[in-house]
Nanobody
Framework: QVQLVESGGGLVQPGGSLRLSCVRSGSFFSIYTMGWYRQAPGKQRELVASITSGGNTNYADSIKGRFTISRDNAKNTVYLQMNSLKPEDTAVYFC???????????WGQGTQVTVSS
């Protein structure tokens, strides 16, 4: 069974940076599109960035130009480099494989990102 383990969150001041990591267990990681999602308190979980097996990326307007998604297929890992963080980026961040009807795997525990002075 595939497991997703997110890490790298923390407390950071506005304007700061963090790098999130997500390790996916199991085989054939390289063939899947991977996405980063976030869920702020009282809000629905939303997809903020995705990267295809070929390395094509897509970003939500709210984070475009500040966040960068990347992947290392040899390590079964997807990353989210977050720069110029804002208080509104505060959320629990998750990774998964986006599909037309939802996501492909069971959610991991996520990693908390808090942006506050």
């Amino acid at each position: 069974q595939v497991q997703l383990v997110e890490s790298g969150g923390g407390l950071v001041q506005p304007g700061g940076s963090l790098r999130l990591s997500c390790v996916r267990s199991g085989s054939f990681f390289s063939i899947y599109t991977m996405g980063w999602y976030r869920q702020a308190p009282g809000k629905q979980r939303e997809l903020v960035a995705s990267i295809t097996s070929g390395g094509n990326t897509n970003y939500a307007d709210s984070i475009k130009g500040r966040f960068t998604i990347s992947r290392d297929n040899a390590k079964n890992t997807v990353y989210l480099q977050m720069n110029s963080l804002k208080p509104e980026d505060t959320a629990v961040y998750f990774c998964n494989c986006p599909t037309p009807s939802g996501v492909y795997w069971k959610w991991g525990q996520g990693t908390q990102v808090t942006v506050s002075s």
